[in-house]
């Protein structure tokens, strides 16, 4: 069974940092492609990241770049999404997904909630 369990959510004060984590289980993790999605409270679901499987390869949405890193760890079988200088918009719940073979997002995590607030 796929299992994606995201962690590492909370309140962060603008401009600090935050590192989320997602461990994955029930599939070969060093084979998918994986993302970070968001949904802010009211709005829809926005891409944040993608990695490619050894992580050579990321990309970001507009929103985030210069200030995300995404990373992964595929002897832990888990994927990072590091946040460096967070805004008050950056504040939604980050739902870690996989990839399949047509780059489609297949399975979520129950996401963790992210809050940028002073």
């Known amino acids: 069974e796929v299992q994606l369990v995201e962690s590492g959510g909370g309140l962060v004060q603008p401009g600090g940092s935050l590192r989320l984590s997602c461990a994955a289980s029930?599939?070969?993790?060093?084979?998918?492609?994986m993302y970070w999605v968001r949904q802010a409270p009211g709005k829809g679901l926005e891409w944040v990241s993608t990695i490619s499987t050894g992580g050579g390869v990321t990309n970001y949405a507009d929103s985030v770049k210069g200030r995300f890193t995404i990373s992964r760890d595929n002897a832990k079988n888990t994927v990072y999404l590091q946040m460096t200088n967070p805004k008050p918009e950056d504040t939604a719940v980050y739902y870690c997904?996989?990839?399949?073979?047509?780059?489609?997002?297949?399975?979520w995590g129950k996401g963790t909630l992210v809050t940028i607030s002073s």
């Open positions: 029930g599939f070969p993790f060093d084979s998918y492609y």
């Open positions: 997904v996989r990839s399949n073979r047509n780059y489609a997002m297949d399975y």
